[in-house]
């Protein structure tokens, strides 16, 4: 009688989320409720766990794990950053008695070491495999290895067990999702090698309906809560639903790329309406070039957009595979949300091959000028199963191993254009700055909807960045490439003739300029201790004298060998050549250091001939 009693006896299965108690960046419950919402892996798995198991989420960034607590299997979702912690508790549960099943990105690209800390992996999306893997357990025959075939269907979709997660813990948990997959392929990112190159769409009743339950879920669950809580806490509650902090009407779309599909976000919005619901996503930046859309997602509630800014620099945007970000029209774009109320969070990546000290700054002035509401710096990392992490593992640039230090927030290779420890402080400074009370007073000053909710965030970041990071600094060389930087109008050019640039000319014959402007752009060399001041559009005789202003004050303060370079410029006047080659302007700039031209005599041979040379370097022409 007793076998048969436990062979029918309810199963219990334990979800965890590993996060290290004592990671320095760990969130006050003010924090979390303000900034923070839980991941859907453990929920999704839930769902899909077969009927006869009780199920039982802890996530260690809002609880702390029981070990001894009764369960017959255990289930850990693992990024790169939190499997050591992973491992850790995987160890503690097994010299227990407990059987561990570990999945999540981190084991599909490390299987042979997670396997060392546990009894089965699974690699790639978790659905189809599941099942599988409990019905396994169950007839004591779980293999050591579950791998997915194919991506599974998301239609008919198990929607996530969000009541399992704490009610009090986050921004929200009312998360859901719309797409899988990625079509973009961007170098740092691990979507679409994990989630697929194409995206899936779940199709929109179905999203709908699931909303539409949740909604009305959460708002029993408040009813409830104010009924059977005290005084003060009924009324805390009713004063966090005024404000719009709390209302169960706020939900996140956890896709990766939301706004994938126009005609399907089209669908999704118009269905939206009804439900009269807030919701934010992670969304292309460029979806504020088509207004109509933006206005439509305002309409059906989108009251927040992370978008992947990731850099202010079109050189980098290039090197990581997204020049679909266009700088030129970051502003605009901005703008184009924010007429519509909608909240811009952009991501910024820090260390790119391009970036060097000047990044910082100019990535603030930037987010502070444009009054985004929220920003997130972090620092390039190369994630195991990503196209960065090769090319930096088969370089030999990456120098430490320990996964917990793969956050976004620590050095761990080396950088083309500074050093380890100028990104690791320039990422410090750049959190410091644009959470200071100035800019939070300008970026929030116009802010005309939910300004106490964006208001809170702030402030709990602004704590968040107080407690975690040391203040940073920028190097003496960071302000001097920043001064170098410019945009500069060509004036007088209707009496001047304009001089095209011979290797200009070869690659774009009979192309003329359409702007007449002179971009200044500065950077470090690669190899030798010089800025490199590249030159690009026309070059008059005024903004030859900026120009000449510029390289003297820097030359001054970085006391580094500065390389003019002529390659990129399109056209110039004569008198424009003429006083880059004034001895006595020069003899300004030397003597504090040498200043050498590059490409000059082979971009206007025709026009120097007959001008002397005398006293100039130039850097032999390759």
Same mark, same amino acid.
């Given at each position: 009688?007793?076998?048969?009693?436990?062979?029918?006896?309810?199963?219990?299965?334990?979800?965890?989320?590993?996060?290290?108690?004592?990671?320095?960046?760990?969130?006050?419950?003010?924090?979390?409720?303000?900034?923070?919402?839980?991941?859907?892996?453990?929920?999704?798995?839930?769902?899909?766990?077969?009927?006869?198991?009780?199920?039982?989420?802890?996530?260690?960034?809002?609880?702390?794990?029981?070990?001894?607590?009764?369960?017959?299997?255990?289930?850990?979702?693992?990024?790169?950053?939190?499997?050591?912690?992973?491992?850790?508790?995987?160890?503690?549960?097994?010299k227990?008695?407990?059987?561990?099943?570990?999945?999540g990105?981190?084991?599909?690209?490390?299987?042979?070491?997670?396997?060392?800390y546990c009894?089965?992996?699974?690699?790639?999306?978790?659905?189809?495999?599941?099942?599988?893997?409990?019905?396994?357990?169950?007839?004591?025959?779980?293999?050591?290895?579950?791998?997915?075939?194919s991506?599974p269907?998301?239609?008919?979709?198990?929607?996530?067990?969000?009541?399992?997660?704490?009610?009090?813990?986050?921004?929200?948990?009312?998360?859901?999702f719309?797409?899988?997959?990625?079509?973009?392929?961007?170098?740092?990112?691990?979507?679409?090698?994990?989630?697929?190159?194409?995206?899936?769409?779940?199709?929109?009743?179905?999203?709908?309906?699931?909303?539409?339950?949740?909604?009305?879920?959460?708002?029993?669950?408040? +009813? /409830?809560?104010?009924?059977?809580?005290? =005084? $003060?806490?009924?009324?805390? @509650?009713? #004063?966090?639903? *005024?404000?719009?902090?709390?209302?169960?009407?706020?939900?996140?779309?956890?896709?990766?790329?939301?706004?994938s599909?126009?005609?399907y976000?089209?669908?999704?919005?118009?269905?939206l309406?009804?439900?009269?619901?807030?919701?934010?996503c992670?969304?292309?930046?460029?979806l504020?070039?088509?207004?109509?859309?933006?206005?439509?997602?305002?309409?059906?509630?989108?009251?927040?957009?992370?978008?992947?800014m990731?850099?202010?620099?079109?050189?980098?945007?290039?090197?990581?595979?997204?020049?679909?970000?266009?700088?030129?029209?970051?502003?605009?774009?901005?703008?184009?949300?924010?007429?519509?109320?909608?909240?811009?969070?952009?991501?910024?990546v820090?260390?790119?091959?391009?970036?060097?000290?000047?990044?910082?700054?100019?990535?603030?002035e930037?987010?502070v000028k444009?009054? +985004? /509401?929220?920003?997130?710096?972090?620092? =390039? $990392?190369?994630?195991?199963? @990503?196209? #960065?992490?090769? *090319?930096?593992?088969?370089?030999?640039?990456?120098?430490?191993r320990?996964?917990?230090?793969?956050?976004g927030?620590h050095?761990?290779?080396?950088?083309?254009?500074?050093?380890?420890?100028?990104?690791?402080?320039?990422?410090?400074?750049?959190?410091?700055?644009?959470?200071?009370?100035p800019?939070?007073?300008?970026?929030?000053?116009?802010?005309?909807?939910?300004?106490?909710?964006?208001l809170?965030?702030n402030?709990e970041?602004?704590?968040?960045?107080?407690?975690?990071?040391?203040?940073?600094?920028?190097?003496?060389?960071?302000?001097?490439?920043?001064?170098?930087?410019?945009?500069?109008?060509?004036?007088?050019?209707?009496?001047?003739?304009?001089?095209?640039?011979?290797?200009?000319?070869?690659?774009?014959?009979g192309?003329?300029?359409?702007?007449?402007?002179?971009?200044?752009?500065?950077?470090?060399?690669?190899q030798?201790?010089?800025l490199?001041v590249?030159?690009?559009?026309?070059?008059?005789?005024?903004?030859?004298?900026?120009?000449?202003?510029?390289?003297?004050?820097?030359?001054?303060?970085a006391?580094?060998?500065?390389?003019?370079?002529?390659?990129?410029?399109?056209?110039?006047?004569?008198?424009?050549?003429?006083?880059?080659?004034d001895?006595?302007?020069?003899?300004?700039v030397?003597?504090?250091?040498?200043?050498?031209?590059?490409k000059?005599?082979?971009?206007?041979?025709?026009?120097?001939?007959?001008?002397?040379?005398?006293?100039?370097?130039?850097?032999k022409?390759?």
């Amino acid at each position: 009688m007793e076998s048969i009693r436990s062979q029918t006896q309810t199963r219990r299965l334990l979800l965890v989320d590993p996060y290290p108690r004592n990671n320095p960046y760990h969130l006050t419950a003010s924090e979390r409720r303000a900034v923070w919402f839980p991941k859907l892996s453990l929920p999704v798995i839930a769902a899909y766990t077969p009927a006869g198991w009780d199920v039982d989420l802890v996530d260690e960034a809002v609880e702390d794990i029981d070990f001894d607590r009764p369960c017959d299997l255990v289930g850990l979702s693992v990024m790169t950053c939190y499997a050591p912690r992973a491992y850790e508790i995987a160890t503690e549960f097994r010299k227990r008695g407990k059987p561990v099943v570990i999945g999540g990105v981190h084991p599909t690209y490390c299987p042979d070491e997670a396997l060392r800390y546990c009894d089965a992996i699974v690699c790639g999306e978790a659905e189809d495999l599941w099942p599988q893997v409990v019905a396994d357990f169950e007839a004591g025959a779980m293999k050591r290895i579950y791998k997915m075939e194919s991506f599974p269907s998301i239609e008919d979709y198990t929607s996530p067990r969000v009541e399992l997660l704490s009610p009090d813990a986050y921004m929200t948990r009312q998360c859901s999702f719309t797409t899988r997959g990625c079509h973009f392929d961007c170098e740092f990112c691990s979507v679409s090698p994990f989630n697929g190159k194409t995206t899936r769409r779940r199709p929109v009743p179905e999203v709908v309906k699931e909303l539409t339950q949740v909604k009305r879920w959460i708002r029993s669950e408040l +009813v /409830e809560r104010m009924r059977r809580g005290s =005084l $003060t806490q009924a009324l805390m @509650t009713g #004063l966090r639903i *005024r404000l719009g902090i709390e209302d169960g009407t706020i939900f996140a779309f956890v896709d990766d790329l939301h706004n994938s599909h126009r005609a399907y976000c089209r669908e999704l919005w118009e269905a939206l309406k009804p439900l009269k619901i807030k919701w934010g996503c992670q969304s292309t930046l460029f979806l504020g070039d088509d207004e109509e859309m933006v206005k439509l997602a305002a309409e059906s509630g989108c009251v927040s957009v992370f978008v992947g800014m990731e850099s202010l620099d079109e050189e980098s945007l290039e090197e990581t595979n997204k020049s679909f970000n266009r700088v030129q029209k970051f502003e605009d774009e901005i703008k184009m949300f924010h007429d519509h109320g909608i909240m811009v969070n952009p991501g910024i990546v820090f260390g790119f091959d391009h970036d060097d000290e000047a990044v910082f700054e100019r990535a603030v002035e930037f987010l502070v000028k444009t009054r +985004v /509401e929220l920003a997130y710096f972090n620092v =390039l $990392t190369p994630l195991p199963g @990503t196209a #960065l992490y090769e *090319r930096y593992h088969r370089t030999g640039r990456i120098f430490d191993r320990d996964w917990a230090k793969y956050d976004g927030k620590h050095v761990v290779f080396y950088p083309s254009r500074m050093t380890p420890e100028q990104l690791q402080e320039g990422f410090f400074w750049a959190n410091h700055q644009f959470y200071s009370i100035p800019s939070i007073w300008h970026r929030l000053s116009g802010t005309k909807q939910r300004f106490v909710p964006r208001l809170i965030m702030n402030r709990e970041f602004r704590k968040l960045i107080k407690r975690t990071c040391p203040r940073g600094g920028l190097s003496p060389v960071a302000a001097v490439l920043k001064t170098l930087q410019a945009k500069l109008p060509s004036f007088g050019l209707e009496t001047e003739q304009l001089i095209p640039n011979a290797l200009h000319a070869l690659k774009k014959a009979g192309e003329t300029s359409q702007e007449l402007w002179l971009k200044i752009k500065a950077k470090r060399h690669d190899q030798f201790a010089a800025l490199v001041v590249d030159l690009e559009g026309t070059l008059d005789q005024l903004n030859a004298r900026e120009l000449l202003e510029r390289i003297t004050q820097a030359a001054e303060r970085a006391r580094m060998d500065i390389i003019v370079n002529f390659e990129h410029l399109r056209e110039a006047t004569p008198k424009a050549l003429q006083t880059l080659l004034d001895s006595e302007a020069l003899k300004a700039v030397t003597p504090y250091v040498k200043i050498r031209y590059r490409k000059l005599t082979t971009a206007f041979e025709a026009a120097l001939e007959g001008l002397s040379l005398t006293g100039l370097e130039m850097l032999k022409e390759d």
